[in-house]
């Protein structure tokens, strides 16, 4: 039997779940006004991380004012106890957050995906071994073990980006291994390997592609977590080190003047829940688009 002959047998026996375009989805999305919120508060998010250099007033690590100078005027938000622009580092701390957002899901979502692909396909010892370390991850609190692991490589921004990725990739590893279970078991699946389709190709064909949804809407998730904990870490001294401005280590300064100057609480805190909240409601979002069961 010829290459073309069992590439077309395979095409026409393979019938899987088609993801929806990226542009319906989209559109699905703009129709759910919850999700188009969340999309547009990322988006300024993402725009203001971007373009900090052109929008934030001042340097955020200059001494230029008095300290502790009350929001109005030049300095809009106020200075913090050292004279710095807070809006200048709260602009700035967008950087971090969303630095720390993309590589620690990234590692999170590649290494957890490929084990719970693994498990889920092969079943069998390799499943087992797979979800008991899983579990015992699990079995973690994951602010718990994020302060372990940064304390055992030291306070610093690599830390917490290895911690994160670390601490969240169970979660991706379920959430793969679910979906691929049940597609290893479909027809298509099974008529691919009856016309000897390999276990590559049927993954990157028709494996991946069906669990792609499930796993953007977790990685959306997973993104306000990591803000959350990274700026968790900053704030307990274990993540981004001064002068550089974070959203966590701005709460952890801002805790010596609280009753003297609370704006230096107050506005890295809104934007640490107004960036958590976008992210959230971009996940319900995405969830309600990529899911053919609610279109």
């Not at 506005?267 to 990529?290: C, H, K, Q, S």
Request: hydrophobic fraction near 50%; aromatic fraction near 6%.
């Amino acid at each position: 039997m010829s290459a073309e002959v069992t590439s077309a047998r395979v095409d026409v026996a393979a019938a899987p779940y088609r993801k929806p375009r990226a542009t319906q989805a989209w559109r699905l999305i703009a129709r759910n006004p919850i999700g188009a919120l969340g999309g547009v508060i990322v988006a300024l998010v993402i725009l203001t991380a971007l373009l900090a250099d052109v929008v934030a007033p001042f340097d955020p690590t200059s001494q230029l004012a008095t300290p502790l100078q009350a929001p109005g005027g030049a300095y809009a938000l106020g200075t913090d106890d050292f004279g710095r622009d807070v809006l200048s580092r709260v602009i700035h701390g967008a950087r971090v957050s969303l630095w720390v957002g993309i590589i620690s899901v990234g590692i999170a979502l590649i290494s957890g995906s490929i084990l719970g692909l693994l498990a889920g396909y092969y079943g069998g010892w390799v499943d087992s071994i797979i979800m008991r370390l899983m579990d015992i991850l699990f079995g973690l609190p994951a602010i718990v073990l994020a302060i372990a692991i940064t304390s055992v490589l030291g306070p610093s921004l690599n830390s917490v980006l290895i911690a994160i990725g670390i601490v969240y990739a169970p979660q991706f590893s379920r959430v793969a291994r679910a979906p691929t279970l049940s597609l290893r078991e479909r027809d298509f699946v099974t008529a691919a390997r009856a016309v000897g389709a390999g276990d590559l190709w049927l993954v990157r064909r028709h494996i991946v592609p069906n669990m792609t949804a499930p796993i953007v809407v977790q990685a959306t998730v997973a993104f306000s977590t990591a803000i959350l904990t990274e700026a968790t870490l900053s704030y307990l001294g274990l993540g981004t080190q001064p002068p550089t401005p974070s959203w966590g280590t701005m709460l952890n300064a801002g805790k010596q003047v609280l009753l003297l100057a609370p704006w230096n609480s107050i506005f890295p805190g809104l934007a640490i829940a107004l960036t958590v909240l976008g992210f959230n409601l971009l996940g319900d979002g995405l969830r309600d688009a990529l899911d053919p069961r609610l279109r």
